[in-house]
């Protein structure tokens, strides 16, 4: 008869190699399947696929099974090519689902559920400042008191077609928005007393890094996929990622000569 504590050392060494032995466990077709029905995100079952230790069945009938399961075809496609991208999938499966992306678009990223963003042509108000004695301001101004589009987190990212003659820091710029009194969102973009400057003022512009994606393929000709991403949590505000398309010198996008303003607000 076993000593009770040496059945209990037992027992722990046990469970501790079964533990280990399901977390070495390869992932198949019906892990996939499961997370699927489970309404993860895409880019999060990518990710997934690609963190583990795959061993599918990849023959015509298992891909047939697959597909009418629901499986997603850019999943299927990972589950064929786990290491496809050959990096690190940091940059590539934050965006994943869209098919196809749009130079005159932007696509929101928050907590794994990618969102086109519609974009708003802003007025422009020119006005004295300090009854004259600071000089004029231009305001570009987009109307209601509040973005239609609410972010969830306060760190999201971004993703945009840059032309490929152009930096993606001169490209895009990340605003805060005033929200004025007259139900409005307003950001300073000229001014001066004796010198006129234009541009987005310095103190609503929002600090960003961007990141080229490693996965190019789902970009147009003489464009560049960019990942954008704030440095630091938003505040709570009304923001706008503006794209600067009237300075871009591309034949078949941007022939309105005009900025883009894609506006959202966060809440905490």
Do not use: C, W
Not at 88 to 96: E, K, L, R, V
Not at 178 to 191: F, W
């Amino acid at each position: 008869m076993i000593a009770r504590p040496l059945a209990a050392a037992l027992l722990a060494m046990f469970a501790i190699t079964t533990e280990v032995q399901a977390a070495e466990a390869p992932m198949i077709n019906a892990d996939v399947v499961k997370m699927v029905k489970a309404k993860l995100p895409e880019s999060t079952i990518i990710l997934a696929i690609r963190s583990a230790k795959p061993d599918f069945d990849t023959s015509a009938d298992a891909l047939i099974k697959l597909s009418a399961a629901g499986v997603p075809k850019d999943v299927i496609d990972t589950m064929l090519q786990p290491a496809a991208a050959g990096a690190p999938a940091s940059n590539t499966a934050d965006f994943h689902s869209i098919s196809r992306y749009n130079p005159e678009e932007v696509v929101l990223n928050q907590d794994g559920e990618e969102v086109r963003m519609k974009y708003l042509t802003p007025t422009m108000r020119t006005g004295a400042r300090a009854l004259g004695f600071g000089g004029v301001a231009t305001y570009a101004v987009l109307h209601g008191p509040a973005a239609k589009l609410r972010a969830r987190t306060t760190q999201p990212s971004f993703l945009i077609e840059v032309p490929e003659n152009a930096q993606p820091e001169s490209y895009a710029t990340l605003a805060s928005f005033a929200v004025r009194q007259n139900s409005t969102r307003e950001v300073l973009v000229g001014g001066g007393v004796v010198t006129y400057e234009t541009g987005i003022h310095r103190d609503r512009v929002v600090p960003t890094t961007s990141e080229k994606l490693a996965d190019q393929s789902k970009a147009h000709p003489g464009f560049v996929l960019y990942k954008i991403s704030p440095t630091e949590p938003l505040k709570k505000g009304e923001y706008a990622l503006v794209t600067y398309n009237s300075k871009v010198r591309v034949s078949g996008f941007f022939l309105t000569g005009q900025d883009s303003f894609f506006d959202f607000g966060v809440d905490s």
